[in-house]
């Protein structure tokens, strides 16, 4: 279904997005890769089969910066939107200053809208978006409203852009717990203990790889028939 398609993956140089990328060049595709840091891109593009992947530093939270890239790039098939630095997780809203509280906010959501509104006109026909939620959505714990609140947003974006932007088709993923470097700020003892812990209650018995949630973006991909729906990839953490 990806044959001589051409995908372009908004924060593809690492973890999820690398990793939709790479499953993608597997299924015949050609991808660009699209980060924030030179290094990161040209590492992703090196680590692919020669010729089937190009890659681009931009800052997404410069609409100006993504317009160009779209210009640059031209036409392509399905626009993945994985961008997002570590979700914050802890602050309670008593506690937050609202100005950083916002900020939350600029590269996971208003990212993905500038991304999506520039790049509508180059997107074929029979094409699609796919976005990047999360299951703090669906059972926020304890500190977490932030977070929950901006993968909220993405799920009713996801809906709303579905009939908007129709005949594209519109939909997103939401990861549960992954093993990826957005993890890396904390201290790698508490974060293994956190994945111990994780791994113990979920039904599959392990926290997530990229590659397992990748699968659902390609699901997306292919399906001709489905749009403005969220899938779950999370080891059925929302179940316990």
Known sequence: MLQEKRVVVLGGSRGIGFAVAEQAVREGASVVIVSSQEKGVTDAVAR??????????????STDAVRALFEEIG???HLVYTAGEPLPFGP???DTDLTIARGFFELRYWGAVAAIQVARPYIRSGGSIVLTSGTSARRPPAGFAFAASICGAIESLTRALAIELAPIRVNAVLPGMVVTDLWSGIPSDAREHIFRETAAKLPVGRVGTPADVAEAYLS??????TTGQSVVADGGGTLV
């Open 48 to 61: 692919l089969p020669q010729g089937t992947a190009t890659g681009r530093a931009v800052d997404l939270r």
């Open 75 to 77: 036409a392509f098939d």
């Open 92 to 94: 309670r809203v008593a």
């Open 220 to 225: 997306f991909l292919r399906s001709d028939y």
